[in-house]
């Protein structure tokens, strides 16, 4: 995986606000049906890790993992993050193509 070019597509999203961040802020995207692509760090706490994993299989929205949290808040331009969900469909589309 070419960790450039997704981080960058990534950033691009943020500044496009076509990003959430946070476990609580993208459980709600997904409920609501606005999530297209979840990405979650391999490093995430065993309880976040299930959460957003069970949320992702019943609202089928594609879930991605990620190195570690640390690339993921640098991506977007912030500290340490979790979890991030990308609201936009081609932006979706293309970090799917980048992390398979």
Do not use: Q
């Amino acid at each position: 995986m070419n960790s450039k070019l997704w981080m960058s597509l990534l950033g691009l999203a943020n500044r496009a606000r076509k990003i959430t961040s946070g476990e609580e802020l993208s459980v709600k995207e997904i409920r609501s049906g606005k999530a297209k692509l979840v990405l979650l760090a391999a490093d995430s706490s065993a309880n976040t890790s299930k959460k957003i994993t069970d949320k992702c299989n019943s609202y089928h929205v594609p879930l991605k993992i990620v190195e570690n949290r640390y690339l993921l808040g640098k991506a977007i331009g912030k500290e340490a993050r979790v979890v991030v969900t990308v609201l936009d469909e081609g932006f979706a589309k293309k970090l799917l193509t980048l992390l398979d």
